[in-house]
């Protein structure tokens, strides 16, 4: 115990010292502890250094990559060991862009980096961006306010804890987010946690599944646009977490359990416009060929229904040929799996094939 000599013990002693023994240990202790939770990246007194469309500013604490792929698509990456990962094949396609103009000005407080299409102001200390149109409208920001107050204050957007790197950024009134890839839940995504892992959820079973389809995630996507005319895409495939709202009103957060603090910016300001470059950049499906357009008929269980066991091959066969001899014109026929009955009792997929 912090204050005490060797051997000597709280107990006997009154409670006023022992308050302030607890002072002591917890003035000591709890700022040790805050700084391990949230590692900001520090302040900025080194500048930056320019190579093509790319600025790389060192901070006290970590480094940060801000790459310009287009004049309104923009690439920020930051490491808190001063090196970069590798670029991977799987999630982006598109590394190799055409050079940028961009405008470079070293202010007292921020770095001005213009393009035709916007103006991110990087504030020095601490180290932030703030997003504009090139006309001057604020887009998004990582200046966040004070816990009391309503002044606005510098606070870092980029932290890391442990593993896991975090980005904050203000949340503006009316503003409202879509995307996530496949969801089972909702449309507008603010005020709402988003928990992006491939999983079938948890939780009570679900009326028409053997779990809670609510938080169910097939096909997770760490990308949303939102309605103030931007998109982000967190390049990290580990399972990510996405506050829209749902600690404060204003502000929201993204944040992966582990890999490094890579996201891109897109500025629209249509979501036709986002989409078109968030294609550009993550790869675009070929067309599907002629028969996918055509008619689809799904048989459940082959068939089988409450007599799963009695599945087989020559049901399938014995349709397909029916459905030619009525002229109905089919293109795929696909056999459903009996998903419904899982669990105590039921069947499930293992009936399928028998």
């Not at 930051?78 to 202010?107: I, K």
């Not at 829209?244 to 490094?260: H, I």
């Not at 599907?288 to 599945?311: D, H, I, K, N, S």
Request: charged share 20%; net charge positive; aromatic share 12%.
């Amino acid at each position: 115990m912090v204050g005490l000599e060797r051997g000597a013990s709280l107990r006997g002693s009154k409670p006023n010292d022992c308050m302030k023994y607890l002072s002591i240990f917890l003035a000591l202790v709890f700022p040790v502890l805050t700084l391990s939770a949230q590692e900001p990246l520090g302040n900025n007194t080194a500048g930056y250094k320019k190579q093509g469309s790319d600025f790389l500013f060192s901070n006290t604490n970590g480094d940060v990559k801000i790459s310009f792929c287009t004049p309104d698509l923009f690439r920020v990456r930051a490491s808190w060991n001063r090196s970069f990962e590798a670029n991977e094949p799987w999630m982006v396609v598109q590394y190799n862009w055409a050079a940028v103009a961009v405008t470079a000005t070293d202010n007292k407080a921020y770095v001005s980096l213009k393009t035709n299409r916007l103006e991110l102001k990087v504030y020095k200390a601490p180290f932030r961006i703030d997003v504009y149109t090139a006309e001057g409208k604020l887009l998004s920001s990582e200046t966040l306010r004070q816990a009391q107050g309503d002044r606005h204050h510098g606070k870092p957007g980029l932290t890391k804890n442990a593993d896991t790197v975090r980005c904050t950024k203000q949340l503006q009134p009316n503003e409202h987010f879509f995307g996530f890839g496949e969801r089972m839940d909702f449309i507008d995504q603010r005020s709402k946690k988003i928990k992006l892992n491939v999983g079938r959820g948890k939780g009570l079973p679900h009326v028409i599944g053997a779990y809670n389809i609510l938080e169910a995630n097939y096909c997770p996507v760490p990308f949303f646009m939102s309605t103030r005319g931007y998109g982000i895409f967190l390049h990290n495939a580990f399972p990510t977490e996405w506050d829209m709202g749902t600690e404060s009103d204003e502000q929201y957060s993204f944040s992966a359990a582990g890999g490094e603090m890579d996201y891109y910016f897109f500025y629209g300001p249509s979501f036709a416009s986002i989409l078109n470059n968030y294609t550009a950049l993550t790869g675009r499906p070929p067309l599907m060929p002629l028969f996918a357009l055509g008619l689809q008929v799904g048989t459940y269980a082959g068939g089988t229904w409450g007599f799963e066991q009695l599945t087989s091959d020559r049901y399938v066969i014995e349709l397909a040929r029916k459905l030619r001899a009525l002229g109905i014109p089919v293109d795929i026929l696909h056999i459903d799996s009996v998903w419904r009955i899982f669990g105590e009792g039921g069947k499930g997929d293992r009936a399928v094939g028998s």
